[in-house]
């Protein structure tokens, strides 16, 4: 979806689920950050689209800098995957050769994909999954973000389509959209990765390579939960607390024939 301002906004609808269904259109949608939001953008995201509600999962820090344009009548949503005030756990980890800025950090994807399974954010992730199908359920459309839509936005919509019976090649083929939006804005990237290089352009190069969207990172969450969960589909069920009943009902109510699809 072409916005001015807001980044790698996209529809959830249309990924397919199996059993030949797909996700309704119109009701799921991630992206960035609603800090730049222009009126046009606003005018397509809450008129156009509908969008009622605004999961915001950046944490509390992001937010106050950056805080999102305020819509008349729709809901925005703070629930913070990491934050040490509101959570309890805030990542910290730089990656190698990098300077931390302000309470900002470079991270080393792999790690920070990995410390996504942790029990706190595990938790504030069934929080965030739970508000999403509910207000879709009512069929008030949803718009799920962090900062660039990419990390744990994607950790969100993996988990949402992976309930709702997509494959993890679904799954990843919508991840890996995101580099649609970071390659056409790859020197601002890389102005920013270069702050925390402390000027290294070699060293901000690889990481704003590093941080596209990459199947690893992906790789490195499922692998996360089989070492802490048992895996996926245990997660879903004892940490998500979405069992097979709620999850009929979800892709009944979610999903449609792919053949129906607008």
């Not at 999954?129 to 900062?147: D, M, R």
């Not at 950790?155 to 991840?175: F, P, Q, S």
């Not at 601002?188 to 270069?194: C, D, T, W």
Request: aromatic share 8%; net charge negative; hydrophobic share 40%.
């Amino acid at each position: 979806i072409a916005l001015q301002k807001v980044r790698n906004v996209r529809d959830l609808g249309g990924i397919p689920v199996g059993d030949g269904r797909a996700v309704v259109p119109g009701l799921f949608f991630r992206g960035a950050a609603l800090n730049e939001a222009t009126p046009d953008d606003q005018a397509v995201l809450f008129d156009d689209l509908g969008i009622s509600c605004v999961i915001d999962v950046r944490c509390g820090w992001e937010r106050e800098a950056k805080p999102d344009v305020a819509a008349p009548g729709v809901e925005n949503l703070h629930i913070p995957f990491f934050d040490l005030e509101k959570v309890g756990v805030e990542y910290t980890e730089p990656a190698a050769g990098t300077k931390v800025v302000g309470r900002d950090v470079a991270c080393d994807p792999l790690r920070f994909y990995g410390a996504l399974s942790n029990v706190l954010t595990a938790g504030q992730m069934r929080e965030a999954v739970h508000c999403a199908f509910s207000h879709a359920l009512e069929g008030k459309p949803v718009y799920l973000h962090c900062s660039g839509g990419k990390d744990r936005a994607g950790i969100l919509a993996m988990l949402i389509l992976t309930i709702l019976g997509a494959e993890r090649e679904a799954v990843l083929e919508d991840y890996l959209l995101t580099n649609e939006s970071r390659d056409r804005h790859y020197d601002k990237e890389f102005q920013r990765f270069l702050r925390f290089a402390d000027g290294n352009e070699e060293l901000a190069r690889k990481l704003t390579l590093a941080h596209r969207a990459n199947p690893e990172n992906l790789q490195a969450f499922y692998d996360s939960l089989e070492a802490r969960y048992g895996g996926m589909e245990a997660f879903i069920v004892e940490v998500l607390q979405i069992d097979r009943h709620y999850r009929a009902r979800l892709k009944e109510r979610l999903t449609l024939p792919a053949s129906q699809r607008r």
